[in-house]
């Protein structure tokens, strides 16, 4: 009898085979996309004042992500650390490296999966400075005053 090692493609294919791990990551690429969405909403007034101030648009895209990068790889470190610990402590340091391969590529589908929707979303909200003169604030916006039905009063 003969023993073969699974290669990188059969563990993923098995892996993700699986629905519940599938669903997991699944929700963790939604949970990055809306922390996407929320690094974008933050960035929005700082690049609505320097699109105003004359940076090119595709300068402060290109730094906005560029900085949600670095950003989500130093939330992955730790999390990647203490699931290669949690495998060393359970199964065995002989696990550690292919779970760590795993692990590795799992991170970058979940990393690009995040990093294409935020492209996209930040392709979508390209700002501009005519549409940026011609905004409303949201405040003023609800509180616009209505022409009254009413008849005026007569003063006798």
């Not at 690049?47 to 560029?66: K, S, T, Y």
Request: net charge positive; proline share 6%.
């Amino acid at each position: 009898m003969r023993r073969e090692d699974d290669s990188l493609l059969q563990g993923l294919g098995l892996v993700v085979s699986q629905g519940a791990f599938r669903t997991t990551l699944m929700a963790s690429a939604v949970l990055m996309v809306s922390l996407a969405l929320y690094w974008l909403m933050v960035k929005a007034r700082g690049g609505a004042l320097r699109v105003l101030g004359g940076v090119p648009v595709w300068r402060i895209q290109f730094e906005d992500l560029g900085k949600f990068l670095p950003a989500m790889l130093i939330g992955a470190v730790p999390v990647t650390a203490v699931a290669l610990s949690y495998v060393a402590l359970t199964r065995g340091a002989p696990y550690v490296p292919y779970s760590a391969q795993t692990l590795f590529w799992l991170v970058f589908i979940v990393i690009a999966i995040t990093m294409s929707v935020a492209i996209a979303m930040s392709l979508t909200s390209w700002p501009s400075a005519a549409v940026l003169a011609l905004a409303v604030q949201p405040c003023r916006a609800c509180t616009k005053r209505r022409p009254s039905s009413r008849r005026p009063r007569s003063s006798s």
